[in-house]
């Protein structure tokens, strides 16, 4: 059974670059077939899809974010990153990450709070 578990700060200042790990367990992020995805979900509004990282190290973005997102992986440690860089208010969220395959998003991280504020 695959676990995802994001862990990061819960605050960031403004202009600040967000940075969080997905610790991925019970399966490797590079010898499956999975999408390591990163999704968030802003107070009273409904999920965006930031990015992903595939098994095979190939990246996809947002068109909105592209130009501040990056997503990076260790496989050493079995982890993925998401940086988000130039953070503003609007960027507080729920932040997910999620393991997907075959378009089916299969399992997700419990979420982590990530606020925006100086």
């Known amino acids: 059974q695959v676990q995802v578990q994001e862990s990061g700060p819960g605050l960031v200042k403004p202009s600040q670059t967000l940075s969080l790990t997905c610790t991925v367990s019970g399966g490797s992020i590079s010898a499956t077939d999975h999408y390591w995805n990163w999704i968030r979900q802003p107070p009273g509004k409904g999920l965006e899809w930031l990015g992903a990282i595939t098994y095979a190290g190939n990246t996809y973005y947002s068109p909105s974010l592209k130009r501040r997102t990056a997503i990076s992986r260790d496989t050493s440690k079995n982890q993925f990153t998401l940086q988000l860089s130039s953070v503003t208010p609007e960027d507080t969220a729920v932040y997910y990450c999620?393991?997907?395959?075959?378009?089916?998003?299969?399992?997700w991280g419990q979420g982590t709070q990530v606020t925006v504020s100086s």
């Open positions: 999620a393991a997907s395959a075959g378009g089916w998003y299969e399992y």
